[in-house]
DNA sequence: ATATAGTTTAACCAAATGGTTAATATTTGT
DNA sequence: ACAAATATTAACCATTTGGTTAAACTATAT
């Protein structure tokens, strides 16, 4: 119909490829997939959710599969720079702390499923870790850890493992999105007042994590 | 045949309803649910890691659902009992917080797949914790409050949110086994060498959250 | 304008899946 | 020993599901 061509010269003068029926079927399948995980995903969702046949999933994504691993790469790949980034930066531990806590609540309360999706489909698949630690952009820790061992041996902070340093950072920021449900039961709350809790954590965590390390 | 027989008769000397189809069942149920998930597990799996017919499954649980509903509460009533005994127990707050870490560590090193388990299903479906609250058993961290509460007035630890060092202490506990393959590819160790770091970690954690609120 | 290449759809298909049934075997109470 | 109750199985069934195909539609280059 018309309304098609209409569409098509509107797009190429927005210069608007987000509205292409490939991003489009991704966009679908990220909020279907992360909602569903893999398994319990069903491709006419998606297709619906896209709003076009359920054989334009197989003619850009060729299978399920494939599909899946092109989600699971584009959400992976909103987690880790932005870890890396932050970890790798020149700034004093305690401000890089205050940093990567505050920043990473924010992105979360933004996109609270993905850590959940991500954790979650990596348990239901542990090898396919292994692809993404080969990758480039695939957060390492090196920098950090000297960082951390400069400070123990300055006394700036009591002598740690940077691996559980590590751990416990993460562990602090993410797990209170990914249990949330849970912990929702556990302290009584509803989401408004889960929601709050969070926006304190926002600017208390970090100073939790310093309070545990500082001589 | 007579091998039926001779099972039954040696069944009731041993008094093992261990063995017993039903719970044959829900044991072989338990250990693919909680490795597949609820959308990832197959009605016929189960009942070949059962040894039995798949009508049987249906005959004793009526509905895969059901079944589920069985193996989730299972699980559930896993972990939560711990929970509140430790979190009530009449010990002090330093002290309750290295037994809690070192023995929910413990259970969750031997049963590694069940805060995962129990955390994706609630993410699944976020209305089933309603169920749960109002069971008898469920944790609750009054008793916990009032001590957390006494100890900033007494200026033993530094004012904190109760909830917010309940859920800390969840985290720092629990997401090192929930985020375990992301982890290990953050840190970049194998299984063995991660194993080590939990072993590690039973010890250290208590020390970290204690130094953390301590004044 | 027209042939060519790329895009989209409706209709299908085979396999998988949760669930049922009717017949058989076993256990139990008497 | 035997009838009633319980347990178990093989064969089915309807629906769902991922995936395919052939035809129609649209865009592009000459």
Known sequence: MSTK?????????KKTKDTSTETGILNAAKRVFIKKGMTGARMQEIADEAGINKAMLHYYYRSK???????FKNAFSMLAP??????????????????????????????PYIPTFVIQELNRNPDFVKNLVAEEHFPNIEVFKKQVEKCIENKTIK???????FINILALTIFPFIGAPLLMGFTRTNKKQYKDLMKQRKTEVAQFIINAIKV
Chains 1, 2 share one sequence.
């Open 82 to 111: 932005k870890l890396n980034k932050v970890m790798n930066a020149d700034v004093p531990l305690f401000k890089k702390i205050e940093d990567f806590t505050s920043s990473y609540i924010s992105f979360v309360v933004k996109h």
């Open 159 to 165: 002598p740690i493992n940077t691996e559980q340093l």
């Open 65 to 71: 599969e494939l599909l899946f691993e092109a989600v």
């Open 5 to 13: 061509w209409l569409n098509y010269i509107v797009n190429k003068m």
